[in-house]
């Protein structure tokens, strides 16, 4: 079973929320939308190893500076929805899907006519 990218009004909302009112409430917004608890935000770092920008630990994502964009907190909600939906995927596997996912969200997100439009 794979996770599927929201649609489009979803997707564009996030988006809204993460530059308007922070990555945490667009985080919510989205858990919200896949009917799964919320994932917490921590962006201190200090769990973070192994020259990474974020990790995923029992409901909760640590970034390091650097690691706090977009495509590192889908990447890192994606973890959050396989743990959460009870989903068995290999290590590597689950890597693989969560950079697949976060890349594709923006992708097609970037594409809309949302985004692209002139003030």
Avoid: W
């Avoid at 977009?70 to 995927?89: I, N, S």
């Amino acid at each position: 079973m794979r996770i599927r990218i929201p649609r489009k009004k979803v997707r564009e909302r996030f988006l809204l929320i993460y530059e308007l009112e922070g990555c945490q409430k667009a985080t919510d917004f989205l858990t919200e939308c896949y009917g799964v608890r919320r994932m917490k935000i921590v962006p201190n770092g200090r769990k973070v190893g192994n020259g990474d920008s974020a990790c995923y630990i029992e409901n909760k994502a640590y970034f390091t500076k650097r690691g706090l964009n977009k495509r590192t907190v889908l990447h890192e909600l994606y973890h959050h929805l396989v743990d959460t939906k009870g989903l068995e995927l290999s290590e590597t596997m689950e890597e693989k899907d969560a950079n697949s996912y976060a890349r594709e969200f923006l992708k097609l997100s970037t594409s809309s006519r949302f985004l692209t439009r002139k003030a």
